[in-house]
């Protein structure tokens, strides 16, 4: 039974480190920030994006997970700084982003209004809900999606103060899923 279990482990870890290529503590820096709750998040410099595609990037991110009454947002979180740091160390997520932000770009989506900027997001959502990410704008949006919430669900902002996980300590049960 042991050896099975340490093999689990094993397996458990190398899907666990090809899945997610960074170290926790190149990513534990993202979750510390300044924010005061009632402040807008201000952007921090990025350190690989332009400064106007930063600023898509946190638009689109904020779009995804927006702040609502009482609970965090993207930008609150950090997410735009996360993304920046993975794309800066990933060849693949360069180019993938590069396609995107051009494509932003291309559609005017810095300048548009938040119902223009819905309506162009929406296709793009639908289509990656269903599974299609046959055109590099959609394969941007799914990555675009995902690195937000890895970023969030990662954050102190979404993982102790949405989710309220306190670390440190056992349950001696799960506790049941609520609707706020």
């Known amino acids: 039974m ?16 090809c899945a997610f290529p960074f170290a926790a503590d190149e990513l534990y820096a993202q979750q510390e920030h300044t924010h005061t709750e009632g402040v807008a998040a201000k952007l921090p410099e990025p350190k690989y994006f332009k400064k106007d595609d930063f600023e898509m990037i946190a638009a689109l991110a904020e779009m ?3 702040r609502t009454p009482g609970a965090p947002g993207a930008l ?7 993304i920046d740091f993975v794309v800066s160390r990933s060849k693949p997520q360069q180019k993938l982003f590069s396609d995107g932000v051009a494509w932003l770009r291309k559609n005017k989506f810095a300048k548009a209004p938040a ?13 990656v809900d269903n599974g299609k990410v ?16 890895d970023g969030f669900w990662t954050s102190k902002a979404g993982m102790a ?14 506790p049941e899923c609520r609707e706020h």
């Open 2 to 17: 042991s050896e099975r279990r340490e093999s689990l482990k094993i397996i458990g870890a190398i899907g666990a480190t």
């Open 64 to 66: 995804i997970i927006p």
């Open 76 to 82: 609150d979180a950090g997410v735009p700084a996360y």
């Open 115 to 127: 119902e223009a900027r819905l309506a162009l997001i929406k296709p793009l959502c639908d289509a």
């Open 134 to 149: 046959d055109t590099p704008s959609r394969k941007f949006f799914r990555a675009m999606k995902s690195l937000t919430s």
């Open 161 to 174: 103060d949405t989710l309220g996980y306190r670390g440190a300590s056992i349950l001696g049960e799960y």
